[in-house]
């Protein structure tokens, strides 16, 4: 959903990024316009990273006020990015070429954040910060939050269309075109002397040795790249979708505007 | 910790890597702490359960490690074998991935959930903190 989003990349970098990445542009409306980023279909009925991470931190600066005004005040809560761009990024395996070459399969360490821990708060805090059990008690600051923002059905995650993008994977996974780029894919790395047989099954055979798991990385762009699958599986995969879409576009919709609905919420928290 | 109901995801096989290793000494199924994101050996939070501790791009070889309301399923491999998930965080979701190494079709555990884990779907493999 793109209504109040922030574009993610300035367009140049986009492009390049969409055109390293092998992702075919789609026909349809669903890419952000200008940006050359292509999307799958279901993302127009998904929240982007971008407004989930809006949401997180409108969010914590809601509890820090919380607190703040009703005198017990926090330290401010850590904020952790969202660990990657979106939900397509390694969808179908690896498509960062850089990324594969410095860290093989794991995250760069800027966005291989860990939880934080949770905040050190006295009794007193925590009652602020939780509620006091029993009925008839104020609600805590993160109960206030949640209900600031009107996310108590936890209308951001959109379990319909999350469920409908779970079963176009599968779907396309097992469809004649994707297998066939599959196969292309797996003679490609056997060239390069790796036995694998899909680009989403790429276990490391030693964990330890860190220049294997860069060079086989690498080796998997390259191969995505050239055998086309992760164009071809994106392209089969957005056919599925758009299917799937037109069957219970009501449904989506709605749940959509639900979303929607917490994600403007978030964006006056944040610019009020 | 808020219970805001059962949500049943079509989320089933999850293997761990070695996460954060509990304490051996039972505990309650509440004490999903230290930890943010626990797999139950049961649904609804029953049996043992382990806690993770960051984001694990391969969960293989991980155990159910700490007892919960009973400890059924203590020492067994995770693998195929999960019952319930639950993600503690006030704010931020759990994605889990459907291969290892954040490949894949993704979902989320929501904030504050106890996930329930059908077994007749299959394919969790590695999880995210976040967003």
New interface residues.
Partial sequence: MRRTAVASCAVAVCVAIGGAAGYATTTGGTGRAGTGRAELPVQAYLLSYQQRDDLNRAYERLVERCMRERGASIQALTHVRPPLKDLLERRYGLTDLEQAEQYGYGLPPSRDTAPPTAPKLTTAQRRVYDGASGGGQPRGCVDWAVRQLGDTSRARDTPFAMKLQRGTWDASAKDPRVVAAVARWSSCMSARGYHLSSPVDTPVKEAADKAAERAQATAEVRCNRSSGVVREWFAVEAAYQEEAIERDKGTLTAERSAALRVVDRARAVLDG | M?R?GL?VT?LAALSLTAGTVAAAAPASADSC?DG?FCLYYNSNGGGAFVRI???I??LTNTKFNACGWNCNGIGQSVWNNAGSARNT?????A?V????????????I?TN?LSSLPNTYNEDASV????
């Fill in positions: 808020r805001r949500m079509a702490v943010w501790g960051g984001n791009p391969n965080n006030d704010f931020y979701a994605t991935f459907y291969r290892f190494d954040y490949k894949g079709a993704s979902d989320f929501p959930y995210l903190f976040g967003p």
